[in-house]
């Protein structure tokens, strides 16, 4: 069965920095895609990036390049989002997403997810 398991949410000031953490289990996952959204209250998910497992390829949202960063540990099955230069408009529940194949910004492709985590940017 697999398993995701999002941590290191919390609250950080404006230009502060947070390091989000996505624990996979339930299967290898070398042939997997793992992304990373955010949900505003009564919005639609909205893609943050995602990492291929097998070869390391990401992908950004263009709004969120150069402060967020997306990496993966094979050895402990977690792909991290680094965060940097937060604003208050980055304040929302933040998902991490499982899929087949490579990485894709359609959170329809995403068939698993985690349970989500708060991040709150304060001015």
């Known amino acids: 069965q697999v398993r995701l398991v999002e941590s290191g949410g919390g609250l950080v000031q404006a230009g502060g920095s947070l390091r989000l953490s996505c624990a996979a289990s339930g299967r290898t996952f070398s042939n997997y895609a793992v992304g990373w959204f955010r949900q505003y209250p009564g919005k639609a998910r909205e893609f943050v990036a995602a990492i291929t497992w097998s070869d390391g390829f990401t992908l950004y949202a263009d709004s969120l390049k150069g402060r967020f960063t997306i990496s993966r540990d094979n050895a402990k099955n977690t792909v991290y989002l680094q965060m940097n230069s937060l604003k208050v408009e980055d304040t929302a529940v933040y998902y991490c997403?499982?899929?087949?194949?490579?990485?894709?910004?359609?959170?329809?492709?995403?068939?698993?997810w985690g349970q989500g985590t708060q991040v709150t940017v304060s001015s």
């Open positions: 997403a499982l899929k087949q194949g490579g990485s894709t910004n359609l959170s329809s492709a995403y068939a698993y």
